[in-house]
């Protein structure tokens, strides 16, 4: 059952004093199910973090579920070059994001549930979670073949991936949240999630591939309605809760104080590509220069997202040295992404104004290094 979440509602959550008691209240007798009325990832991402940072969960379990538009969820120490086709993402329009919980790379549409369990950080349980999602599954189709693994993950007939997972563990406060494949585009997430940038050297957290499966695939009648009040109806058993499904809207400051900030910093570039840890690039391309191809190298070491180091090695007789050692000094400092590269060709433009043959090799090798960006 569906409750709009209200002031009005003897619903509300019990607040440390850290924020204002205007939103939630201390009448909450046991636990809670959530479920966000928005789409967009950061918004949603906020919820997570004003629920850890504000909520008091000793003895009130919380269930967030919500689903985003097309999404790209990176994990807290990964670097978003290594994971994903981020030129594709641009012009498909495809956010990005960047989560405060560890683990692998994710696509997120609606036709993918997301569940977060919030509880104390001494009931924190990823795989009572992830058999408690198995049992609702169950419940609605008992002969489905869904195991959780000792990675965490669930896979549907032994190989196909529905769900991954992924947690953050506070001092008193934690969250195990996961993913759950019903209807998603299975080519766009192929497409989305493969890099193709060659030569970057990191340390950042990996992501493992896996075939995946969508639920309705197996069984149509696998909706996200379908499975949402599936889990909703076991994690209330489970909790022994009523079991209704609150809705909320996570950009609302008086259910929220202090929310929308959140949601703006998760969407800053300093948080999104900043935090990516340190790496390298170490590459090469070639440039049609009478006839024949010319080979140009980059190297270029990146740090918070800016580029520290950068060399820049052309042919001598196709750009002169001294005109190469100015570009590699003017890239220093700047942001590893395409739209600061632009910036930077036109400020070299103005350099050498009237030289149309310096313009144009700079054009070319700034849109070569925009395309490892």
């Not at 999630?193 to 990191?202: A, D, E, N, T, V």
């Not at 591939?209 to 379908?226: I, Q, S, W, Y």
Request: hydrophobic share 40%.
């Amino acid at each position: 059952m569906l409750i709009p979440f209200s002031m009005k509602n003897c619903f509300q959550l019990l607040c440390n004093l850290k924020v204002p008691a205007a939103g939630f209240k201390n009448i909450v007798k046991s636990g809670l199910i959530l479920q966000s009325i928005s789409n967009d990832v950061y918004h949603n991402l906020a919820v997570e973090d004003w629920i850890h940072d504000h909520m008091n969960l000793e003895g009130k379990p919380v269930l967030f579920l919500w689903r985003n538009s097309p999404s790209v969820v990176i994990g807290r120490h990964q670097n978003p070059w290594q994971e994903c086709n981020l030129n594709l993402m641009r012009e498909e329009g495809v956010k990005l994001a960047r989560r405060r919980s560890g683990g692998g790379t994710v696509y997120h549409d609606i036709g993918n549930i997301n569940l977060t369990f919030f509880t104390t950080k001494k009931k924190y349980d990823r795989m009572e979670n992830l058999k408690l999602v198995v049992r609702a599954l169950k419940a609605v189709q008992p002969h489905l073949d869904v195991q959780a693994t000792e990675r965490f993950d669930l896979l549907l007939d032994g190989q196909f991936k529905i769900s991954g997972t992924a947690s953050k563990i506070g001092r008193n406060a934690a969250y195990h949240h996961c993913t759950l494949l019903c209807s998603t585009d299975g080519t766009f997430l192929s497409s989305l999630l493969k890099s193709p940038y060659q030569g970057i050297r990191s340390n950042a957290t990996a992501s493992t591939p896996a075939l995946v499966r969508n639920l309705m695939e197996k069984d149509p009648t696998l909706t996200c309605e379908v499975v949402i009040n599936a889990v909703a109806t076991e994690y209330a058993a489970s909790h022994q809760i009523d079991n209704h499904i609150h809705l909320i809207n996570p950009t609302d400051e008086t259910v929220f104080p202090g929310i929308n900030s959140k949601a703006r910093e998760l969407q800053t570039w300093e948080w999104i590509y900043g935090k990516t840890p340190k790496f390298s690039v170490d590459t090469s391309f070639t440039v049609l220069h009478e006839q024949s191809h010319l080979e140009i190298k980059v190297f270029i070491d990146v740090k918070n997202g800016r580029i520290e180091v950068c060399n820049i090695e052309a042919p001598d007789h196709w750009l002169p040295l001294e005109i190469c050692d100015q570009l590699n000094s003017s890239f220093i400092g700047s942001k590893f992404c395409p739209i600061e590269t632009t910036v930077l060709t036109s400020i070299l433009h103005r350099t050498y104004p009237g030289d149309d043959e310096l313009h144009s090799k700079w054009n070319i090798l700034c849109e070569k290094i925009k395309g490892i960006m």
